[in-house]
């Protein structure tokens, strides 16, 4: 059994009581076709051969172009998960809403006639195939909106960037583009919200009302590190900011093709993000009776100033909290956030024991269908539930241990905070089980105790 004690009722769409009710719901679209004037226009409002490749900036800009590569921005249109849910959701919708995904995945490509309706990946232009390329944001030029790609772009823009006084070049203009700097602009493409009115993901709406914003921080500072060097090769030293664009996964499949030094330079800045994301305690009695039952208490501290723990699509990213307790023979007392033998928790998910673990934390999000079941689908969804814990709060739950009379003492009581991009099961379900290894289980963090055992 568990209780769980709401230190501070955080979810990640907005502020709802502690029994994790639903916090948003919102009819089934029913529009016949899926139109947005900036993001998804009717007619192309740009001409993708007025923006430059990647390619061509490499010669000048060699460290940004190099970072941007190994980032899921580079990833964004050639990601075999995404490509396979929009697959499903263009089939879905009668291929009515073709370019909702890739409003943001591909500004050039919408908005350039390209993803048109019934498109396939095969046939894009390599521009638009560049996802979130260079001169999809240095080709910007204010921010309308906060969500759904909300950014205005010009093809004919100047090349903008957040240095006050760029130097001029022979190879394109430049100007001062300080929107590129802002919080906004992150969450033009980073807040979704579904052509129902859901909303979907809300990373930059949970800065809005956090501690970072009041302190003047923003995405970039955590996502983005600056660093000294020039901006163009012979340049001056400037202070720059890492095109890395640090997340919590890498490329996998796809055509992933990073090299072992490029896997573990971005493993690392992810491993160095989530160790800084949240700590996991552990409070537990020194001693415990036989045949009697053992409290444990685990807290969950979001360490993040800027939004939620964890935030962004946390409908299909697995948080949760894995608690052993194991006597001193070796056998295990208790078990909570473990895994089947497919590798799933063992939730509604799990086809081996779906339901199984009545004690499971998770701090994920879940949807609920018209007809109130469980869907993985955001154009299902009317529903959208969360866990997660607001920037610099925390939450706590009591964990009922029974201790069995045949218990070895001393007790050995181990949890970990775990994170992982999907779990195996929507591998599976996309029928991209070979992906499954691509997608590891990250530690947050730790924390352990011993009991002794009372007669």
């Not at 059994?1 to 009722?9: E, G, V, W």
């Not at 948080?319 to 307790?325: G, I, K």
């Not at 956030?337 to 497919?342: K, M, T, V």
């Amino acid at each position: 059994m568990r209780t769980s004690s709401l230190l501070i009722a955080a979810l990640t769409l907005s502020t709802a009581a502690a029994c994790s009710e639903p916090v948003t719901s919102a009819s089934p679209d029913t529009s016949a076709h899926y139109v947005d004037p900036l993001a998804v226009p009717a007619k192309p409002t740009l001409d993708p051969s007025h923006f430059n490749s990647a390619n061509d900036c490499a010669s000048c800009h060699p460290s940004h172009t190099r970072e941007w590569r190994l980032s899921r921005h580079a990833f964004a249109m050639r990601d075999p998960v995404f490509r396979r849910l929009v697959a499903l959701r263009n089939e879905a919708k009668a291929h009515t809403e073709d370019g909702f995904c890739t409003q943001c995945h591909t500004t050039i490509g919408t908005r350039g006639g390209d993803c048109v309706e019934g498109f396939t990946f095969d046939t894009l232009k390599p521009v638009t195939l560049e996802g979130v390329t260079c001169e999809g944001c240095h080709k910007s030029t204010e921010v309308v909106r906060t969500y759904n790609a909300g950014h205005k772009v010009d093809g004919k823009a100047a090349l903008g960037a957040t240095l006050p006084d760029p130097a001029a070049n022979a190879f394109h203009e430049s100007r001062t583009a300080p929107h590129l700097a802002s919080a906004d602009f992150c969450g033009s493409c980073h807040d979704v919200v579904e052509t129902s009115g859901l909303p979907l993901e809300r990373p930059h709406a949970e800065w809005r009302t956090s501690p970072a914003r009041d302190k003047g921080q923003t995405c970039q500072d955590c996502h983005m590190p600056s660093r000294t060097g020039p901006a163009a090769v012979g340049g001056a030293s400037r202070q720059l900011h890492s095109h890395l664009f640090v997340g919590v996964e890498t490329q996998v499949g796809g055509g992933a093709n990073l090299s072992a030094q490029d896997k573990a330079e971005v493993n690392g800045a992810i491993e160095k993000l989530l160790g800084s994301a949240a700590d996991l305690s552990l409070s537990v009695s020194q001693s415990a009776a036989t045949a009697q039952q053992l409290d444990v208490v685990l807290t969950v501290t979001n360490r993040i100033a800027g939004h939620n723990f964890p935030t962004g699509s946390t409908f299909l990213r697995q948080v949760w909290v894995a608690l052993t307790v194991t006597d001193a023979a070796g056998e295990t007392v208790y078990a909570t956030g473990d895994l089947d033998a497919n590798g799933d928790l063992r939730d509604h998910w799990s086809e081996l024991d779906p339901y199984g673990d009545s004690d499971l934390i998770s701090l994920s999000s879940r949807f609920v269908d018209a007809q109130g079941n469980r869907t993985l689908f955001t154009w299902e969804a009317v529903e959208h539930t969360s866990d997660a814990v607001e920037p610099l709060r925390d939450r706590t739950w009591t964990l009922f241990v029974p201790v069995p009379a045949k218990a070895v003492g001393p007790l050995k009581v181990q949890a970990k905070l775990r994170f992982r991009a999907y779990g195996p099961f929507l591998l599976r379900l996309l029928g991209l089980a070979n992906l499954v290894s691509g997608f590891p289980i990250w530690d947050i963090d730790t924390a352990d105790a011993t009991v002794q055992l009372t007669p």
